[in-house]
């Protein structure tokens, strides 16, 4: 009896493979389209309950469209440029800059902007909304709190679209639900432990190299960071205390789940671990809570924030007396 999944043969990052001009069209890109449209309903939800009403003014569709549209160009050169200053290790960008936004390869083939950064979009998108905020004499928390609303929902989109793309998959596992990715990295069949592995999961090694199960991560986060914490901001949005307060949850249970997730989340390869208590550690396997990812650290960063984030604005709304005048708004 096989103890794992193999990764569905008829799953290519393009939708159409093969066909010219059409095989351009890539499922992650389209998940990005699914995400913001998604991410705009929601929105568009919390304005029809007037979250985003205050002090006379009326948000219209017009206000909505130009905020949020605003917070994605900003997510999307921050999630850009993150990626390409904090996760490569090439230095190809810092020597050809241009590159950064350049989507075809030396071939003249179009890749796409390949290598996107959750955090650099996170804080691209944060400050994408405050500019906005400002230009247009909003307060900025108020919008902040409807926009954390509909980002969990769409992100969702987003890490199937990585599981469409084959990537980012998690580290080895003997659960049942481990899944076998053809671009994973393939360990000799002669090793003991790969031997002893593949016992475990019936699985027979027929070839020198074996391509061993994997944590299907993308698919832990799409549901964790993704539907799960929509469902929690969602049901507490309309008995929010203080402007802030949803921001504070969203900064806080994304950085604490995505933490644990990265447990199980292979780290990148060329960066490994930033601190480890074995820097000589496999990253295909958990050896140790005490190695930390990239990822780990930034989402500890956002935890911190998240606290800052909540404490700063309770005290400040609490004072103002605006957290009952922006509740009464709605």
Known sequence: MFLYLNYPAW???????????????RWYG?????????????L????????????GFKCTEDDLFSF????????LIGARVFSTIVYDTSGIYRAKPWLVFWPFNARGQFTGLAGMSYHGGFIGGLLG???????????????????????PLGYTFGRIGNFMNGELYGRITTAPWGMVFPGAERFSSRLEWVQNFAATIGME?????????????????????????FAVIWLVHKHKKWDGMLGSIYMGGYGLVRFIIEYFREPDADIGYRLAKDASAPIYQNTSLLN??????????????????????????GRSGTAVASSTAR
């Open 11 to 25: 799953i290519h990052p393009e939708i159409f493979p093969g066909v010219p001009v059409l095989g351009l069209l």
């Open 30 to 42: 389209l998940m990005y389209i699914f995400a913001f449209g998604t991410a705009y309903l929601v």
């Open 44 to 55: 568009k939800q919390t304005m029809k309950e007037g979250m985003l009403d205050s002090n």
């Open 68 to 75: 949020i549209s605003t917070g994605i160009i900003f997510l």
């Open 129 to 151: 909304m405050i500019f906005w905020c400002i230009w247009k004499k909003k307060r900025v928390f108020q919008w902040v709190d409807a926009m954390v609303c509909a980002i």
């Open 205 to 229: 090694l027929t070839s020198p190299v074996a391509n061993l199960p994997r944590h299907p991560s993308q698919l832990y986060e799409a549901f964790l960071e993704g539907i799960v914490l």
């Open 292 to 317: 930390f990812s990239t990822g780990q650290i930034l989402c500890f960063l956002m935890i911190v924030g998240a606290v800052g984030l909540a404490i700063g604005t309770k005290i400040y709304y």
